[in-house]
């Protein structure tokens, strides 16, 4: 039974891909947590996942320039506190903006808004911290689609660049980008309009 059951683990993280974090609560319907923590504890010592910090892993990326595994994706590890917590969150604007790549900045600290307790955590260099308040973009199902439109609002409207547009489009694949559209119908008129235009197909096809 055991056996089963971290096979199915195991599928679940290869199913993710690379880069996604995670906590023994993205599991919870497969098993106990018993058996869940001790699953993931030989993935980790096995070096299959990472511990990223206390209760969170990853299943890390790797650089051949490196020769090794990346840091972990800071998204990754807040939306994965956000699952085991039960929380609503969106990245700030300044936030949003840095995951995007549309800051040269290298923030040591990233901001997530959330309707859960003030908190903090540290990965690596950097600091996460989660700020209480009122969430405006919380409807939006998918991570990705919280990212884009609190990126865009921060830029404000007649700011949105045509190479701003590409530099998103450039981030996620077309399926992605078809997904999101459909996840922002509901988002303000003109930021759903440069949605719009991040979904098309590249121009070079």
């Keep these: 039974m055991k056996q089963g059951i971290e096979k199915q683990i195991l599928s679940r993280i290869y199913g993710n891909g690379r880069g996604w974090a995670f906590s023994q609560v993205d599991f ?3 098993g106990n947590r018993s058996t869940i923590d001790s699953a993931l504890l030989r993935r ?8 990223v910090i206390r209760g969170v892993y990853d299943y890390p990326r790797h650089s ?3 020769g090794g595994p990346v840091s972990p994706s800071i998204d990754e590890v807040a939306n994965a506190l956000a699952r085991k917590f039960a929380w609503r969150i969106q990245p700030s604007g300044s936030t949003a903006q840095n995951l995007l790549g549309l800051s040269t900045q290298v923030p040591a600290r990233v901001v997530y808004l ?3 307790p003030d908190r903090s955590y540290t990965v690596g260099k950097t600091a996460i911290a989660f700020e209480h308040t009122a969430l405006k973009e919380a409807g939006f199902k998918l991570p990705k689609s919280r990212l884009i439109v ?10 949105i660049t045509p190479k701003i547009i590409s530099q998103i489009r450039r981030k996620f694949d077309p399926a ?7 996840d922002t119908k509901t988002a303000t008129g003109w930021v759903y309009a ?4 991040i979904a098309k197909e590249d121009a070079n096809g």
């Design 194 to 197: 440069a949605i719009q235009e």
């Design 28 to 30: 919870a319907d497969l």
């Design 176 to 182: 992605l980008r078809q997904r999101i559209l459909l």
């Design 64 to 66: 051949k320039a490196i």
């Design 114 to 116: 959330s309707d859960g």
């Design 150 to 159: 609190q990126a865009l609002k921060t830029f404000g409207e007649g700011r």
């Design 44 to 51: 980790e010592r096995e070096s299959v996942i990472r511990r």
